[in-house]
C-alpha cells in the first residue's frame, strides 16, 4: 500500500480497486480526463499513474484501449476495429434490364464489342452499364478484336459463371431452347415490362430486398 | 413480511403519523384502501392477523371526523365506508343461511387481501427505487461512438432473368404489332354479293368451289379466305331459305342450287 | 466451380479476435446492443453468445461490467463505484409515489391491464402515469388481453431493466416471496390455484439455454 509509515485516517484502496475506479471514471466520462482530474476524484491515498498505468497495460491488445493524447487519458476502440464501428448495411437490388440484357448478350456472344451489342439489342448501351458489370466483376475485357478500329470485346468472367451457377457458358440454352421453354415470347413480358430508358441504369430495389 | 416501520419512507413518514393520531388529512391519501392500508399499520400487527372489524370501526370513525370538520370526502371514500358498515354487520351478525353470496369472512379476507397486496407493491416499488439505478449509480458509456452509415449494394440476377432478356432482345426484331392485312382477305359480304347473282342464272346443283373468284387460285393465302367465305356467305343463304346445300360424305364437294 | 470443395472463402475469426470485436461494439455504445444486433455487425461465422459469455466473465468483478437487460447487454460502471461517480449524476426528476407504484404493479404484474392496476391500488390511474412511464421507454404496451373489451396491458421494457440493473424479471426483488404468498394474484390464494407460469417477455427459456 502507500505509505506504511504514515498512518492515514483510513487506508488507501489496494491497487486493484484504484484501477477500476481509474476505469469506471474514464468510461463514464463524456470528455477524456486529465491525471490531475482522475487524481482529484480518487479517494486519499490513491495514486492515479499507477493506476492508469496497470490500466493501460490491462487493456493492451484488446477491443478496447486506453490512449493517452497530451495530457489527457481516455478509451477509444481499438483502431484495427475501425471498420467494425461503422454501421454496415447492405441492400440486395436486382440488375436493371438494361443491364441484364447486355449481359446476356456478351455472355451469349463473347467476345462481343460494344458495337455489337448495340446492334443486338436496337439500342445504344449507355457507357455506365458495361462499367457497372465490369465493377460486379461479371465482366471483363477481352482481346481487342483484329478489324479497324480495333475495338475492345467484352467476356464474362468465372465470377459470372458462379453467380448464376453455370459450369461453363456451353451450359446457356440455345435460342431453339429458349424457345421450346416458352422463354421467347416476347409479348407477355413487353406487355408486363416497359422498356427502360437508356440511362435508367439500376431498377429500383425489388420488395423482397 | 418486514416490519411495517420499515416499509414506507422519506416523504409518507408523516402521512403514518397522521393515520395513527386519526388527524385527517384526506389530501395526504391516495384513497380509501391508502386510508384503510394507513389504518391497518396502526393496529401494529402482522397484516395477515389484522383485524377487520376494527379496521372498518377506525375508517367510520375517520370518515365521522372528516365529516365533523366538514371535510369534503370524494364519493369514493363515502362508498367504502357503506361498504365496510355493511362488511362489519355481516362479520358481527351470524351468517345468513339463505344467502348465497359471499360470506363476510370471504369478504374481509379479500380486503386483507388487497392491504397485503398494495402493501407489497409499495415495498417493491421502494424496493425497486433503492437498486443500482443507471445514471445514479451506474453509468452508460460517456463517450458513445456513432457508428458511421455505410451502405452496400449487392446486385443480383438470376439465370431466369438472363435468359428471358437474351430471349427479349433476340425477339425484337420478329415481334411486330399484329394488323389486320386486308389485302389477302375475302369478306363474307363479298362473296354474298358474288354468290347471289351467279345463282340465279344457274339451275340445278353445282360445286361451291366454282363461284370462288378466278384471280385466287393461284394466292393460297387469298384461296383460303375466299373459300372460307364463299362457304360462309352459302350457309348464309341456305340460312334465309334462298338456297339448298348437299355433301354425300364427309370432305366430298359441296354442292349448291337455288330454291325456287 | 470455384470453391466446390474448399470450405469457406474467410475463416471466423478467432475466439479472442471476436471478443474484442464485440468488447469494442458494446464499449461504443451508450445504448444496450440486442444479441442479434451484435451478431449481425460480427463478421460471418462469429457466435456473438460465445463472445459476450467470454466478455461477462472477463469483465466480472471490474470497474466496468458487462450488464445483461432481457436480450439486451451493455457495459456499465459497476454499482460500487456509485460513490466515486457522483459528478456523472444527472438530476432526473424523481417518479411520483404513483408513478413508482404504478411501474412496480407492471413490473410484477405483467401484462397487466389499467383495470388491474387501479384495482390494485385502489384509486383511478391518472392519466398522466402510464403515459410517463412510456415516455420514459420503461413501460410498453403488451397484448390486449383476451377478455371482453380487448383490454390492452402493460410491460416494462428491457430498458426498465437496463436502468433498475436487472438481467431479468426473474431478478424483481421479492418476487419469489411475493409469488408463494400469493400476492401476485388477481384473488386471495386458494389451496389449488395453480402456480401461473412467469409470463415474462423477456426471459422465456431460450433453447441454447
Given at each position: 500500500m502507500t505509505d506504511a509509515d504514515t498512518p492515514a485516517l483510513f487506508d488507501a484502496p489496494d491497487a486493484i480497486a484504484q484501477e477500476r475506479m481509474v476505469?469506471?471514471?474514464?468510461?463514464?466520462?463524456?470528455?477524456?480526463?486529465?491525471?490531475?482530474?482522475?487524481?482529484?476524484?480518487?479517494?486519499?491515498?490513491c495514486d492515479a499513474r499507477a493506476a492508469l498505468d496497470a490500466l493501460a497495460e490491462r487493456y493492451a491488445g484488446r477491443g478496447v484501449e486506453l490512449a493517452r493524447a497530451g495530457e489527457t487519458w481516455a478509451f477509444r476502440t481499438a483502431p484495427d476495429l475501425a471498420a467494425l464501428m461503422t454501421d454496415h448495411r447492405t441492400e440486395t437490388r436486382r440488375l436493371s434490364q438494361a443491364a441484364t440484357e447486355t449481359l446476356a448478350i456478351i455472355?451469349?456472344?463473347?467476345?462481343?464489342?460494344?458495337?455489337?451489342?448495340?446492334?443486338?439489342?436496337?439500342?445504344s448501351v449507355s457507357r455506365g452499364?458495361?462499367?457497372?458489370?465490369?465493377?460486379?466483376?461479371w465482366v471483363k475485357l477481352g482481346r481487342r478484336r483484329d478489324t479497324p478500329g480495333r475495338p475492345v470485346t467484352f467476356v464474362v468472367t468465372p465470377a459470372f459463371l458462379d453467380h448464376f451457377g453455370l459450369e461453363s457458358l456451353r451450359d446457356l440454352p440455345g435460342l431453339k431452347e429458349l424457345r421450346s421453354a416458352g422463354l421467347l415470347e416476347a409479348t407477355p413480358m413487353e406487355a408486363t415490362t416497359p422498356e427502360p430508358e437508356a440511362d435508367d441504369l439500376f431498377d429500383r430495389p425489388s420488395p423482397e430486398g | 413480511m418486514k416490519d411495517v416501520d420499515d416499509l414506507r419512507e422519506g416523504a409518507v413518514a408523516p402521512r403514518r403519523e397522521a393515520a395513527d393520531t386519526l388527524v385527517v388529512d384526506v389530501e395526504g391519501y391516495e384513497g380509501p384502501l391508502?386510508?384503510?392500508?394507513?389504518?391497518?399499520?396502526?393496529?401494529?400487527?402482522?397484516?395477515?392477523?389484522v383485524s377487520i372489524v376494527q379496521l372498518a370501526r377506525q375508517y367510520l370513525g375517520f370518515v365521522e371526523e372528516a365529516r365533523a370538520l366538514r371535510i369534503e370526502l370524494a364519493a369514493d371514500y363515502l362508498v367504502m365506508a357503506a361498504w365496510l358498515?355493511?362488511?362489519?354487520?355481516?362479520?358481527?351478525?351470524?351468517?345468513?343461511?339463505?344467502?348465497?353470496?359471499?360470506?363476510?369472512?370471504?369478504?374481509?379476507?379479500?380486503?386483507?387481501?388487497?392491504?397485503?397486496?398494495?402493501?407489497?407493491?409499495?415495498?417493491?416499488?421502494?424496493?425497486?427505487?433503492?437498486?443500482?439505478r443507471l445514471g445514479r449509480e451506474r453509468f452508460a458509456r460517456g463517450m458513445p461512438t456513432v457508428p458511421d452509415r455505410t451502405r452496400d449494394v449487392i446486385w443480383t440476377a438470376n439465370l431466369i432473368d438472363l435468359l428471358r432478356a437474351y430471349a427479349?432482345?433476340?425477339?425484337?426484331?420478329?415481334?411486330?404489332?399484329?394488323?389486320?392485312?386486308?389485302?389477302?382477305?375475302?369478306t363474307m359480304e363479298e362473296a354474298l354479293d358474288r354468290l347471289r347473282p351467279m345463282l340465279?342464272?344457274?339451275?340445278?346443283?353445282?360445286?361451291?368451289?366454282r363461284f370462288l373468284p378466278g384471280d385466287v387460285l393461284d394466292d393460297p393465302a387469298r384461296l383460303r379466305s375466299a373459300v372460307a367465305a364463299t362457304f360462309a356467305a352459302a350457309l348464309e343463304l341456305a340460312r334465309h331459305g334462298q338456297v339448298e346445300l348437299e355433301q354425300t360424305v364427309p370432305f366430298a364437294p359441296i354442292r349448291v342450287r337455288a330454291r325456287s
Amino acid at each position: 500500500m502507500t505509505d506504511a509509515d504514515t498512518p492515514a485516517l483510513f487506508d488507501a484502496p489496494d491497487a486493484i480497486a484504484q484501477e477500476r475506479m481509474v476505469e469506471a471514471l474514464l468510461f463514464a466520462s463524456a470528455a477524456p480526463l486529465t491525471r490531475a482530474e482522475i487524481q482529484a476524484r480518487l479517494p486519499h491515498g490513491c495514486d492515479a499513474r499507477a493506476a492508469l498505468d496497470a490500466l493501460a497495460e490491462r487493456y493492451a491488445g484488446r477491443g478496447v484501449e486506453l490512449a493517452r493524447a497530451g495530457e489527457t487519458w481516455a478509451f477509444r476502440t481499438a483502431p484495427d476495429l475501425a471498420a467494425l464501428m461503422t454501421d454496415h448495411r447492405t441492400e440486395t437490388r436486382r440488375l436493371s434490364q438494361a443491364a441484364t440484357e447486355t449481359l446476356a448478350i456478351i455472355a451469349y456472344h463473347q467476345p462481343v464489342t460494344r458495337a455489337e451489342i448495340e446492334e443486338i439489342r436496337g439500342v445504344s448501351v449507355s457507357r455506365g452499364t458495361v462499367e457497372h458489370l465490369m465493377d460486379m466483376d461479371w465482366v471483363k475485357l477481352g482481346r481487342r478484336r483484329d478489324t479497324p478500329g480495333r475495338p475492345v470485346t467484352f467476356v464474362v468472367t468465372p465470377a459470372f459463371l458462379d453467380h448464376f451457377g453455370l459450369e461453363s457458358l456451353r451450359d446457356l440454352p440455345g435460342l431453339k431452347e429458349l424457345r421450346s421453354a416458352g422463354l421467347l415470347e416476347a409479348t407477355p413480358m413487353e406487355a408486363t415490362t416497359p422498356e427502360p430508358e437508356a440511362d435508367d441504369l439500376f431498377d429500383r430495389p425489388s420488395p423482397e430486398g | 413480511m418486514k416490519d411495517v416501520d420499515d416499509l414506507r419512507e422519506g416523504a409518507v413518514a408523516p402521512r403514518r403519523e397522521a393515520a395513527d393520531t386519526l388527524v385527517v388529512d384526506v389530501e395526504g391519501y391516495e384513497g380509501p384502501l391508502d386510508v384503510l392500508l394507513a389504518l391497518a399499520r396502526s393496529q401494529k400487527v402482522d397484516l395477515r392477523q389484522v383485524s377487520i372489524v376494527q379496521l372498518a370501526r377506525q375508517y367510520l370513525g375517520f370518515v365521522e371526523e372528516a365529516r365533523a370538520l366538514r371535510i369534503e370526502l370524494a364519493a369514493d371514500y363515502l362508498v367504502m365506508a357503506a361498504w365496510l358498515a355493511y362488511l362489519k354487520s355481516r362479520l358481527l351478525l351470524p351468517p345468513d343461511p339463505c344467502d348465497g353470496g359471499p360470506t363476510g369472512d370471504e369478504l374481509a379476507a379479500r380486503l386483507a387481501f388487497q392491504l397485503r397486496r398494495l402493501e407489497a407493491m409499495r415495498r417493491a416499488a421502494a424496493d425497486l427505487g433503492d437498486r443500482a439505478r443507471l445514471g445514479r449509480e451506474r453509468f452508460a458509456r460517456g463517450m458513445p461512438t456513432v457508428p458511421d452509415r455505410t451502405r452496400d449494394v449487392i446486385w443480383t440476377a438470376n439465370l431466369i432473368d438472363l435468359l428471358r432478356a437474351y430471349a427479349r432482345t433476340r425477339t425484337k426484331d420478329e415481334f411486330r404489332p399484329f394488323v389486320f392485312d386486308r389485302r389477302h382477305l375475302m369478306t363474307m359480304e363479298e362473296a354474298l354479293d358474288r354468290l347471289r347473282p351467279m345463282l340465279g342464272t344457274t339451275m340445278g346443283w353445282s360445286d361451291l368451289m366454282r363461284f370462288l373468284p378466278g384471280d385466287v387460285l393461284d394466292d393460297p393465302a387469298r384461296l383460303r379466305s375466299a373459300v372460307a367465305a364463299t362457304f360462309a356467305a352459302a350457309l348464309e343463304l341456305a340460312r334465309h331459305g334462298q338456297v339448298e346445300l348437299e355433301q354425300t360424305v364427309p370432305f366430298a364437294p359441296i354442292r349448291v342450287r337455288a330454291r325456287s
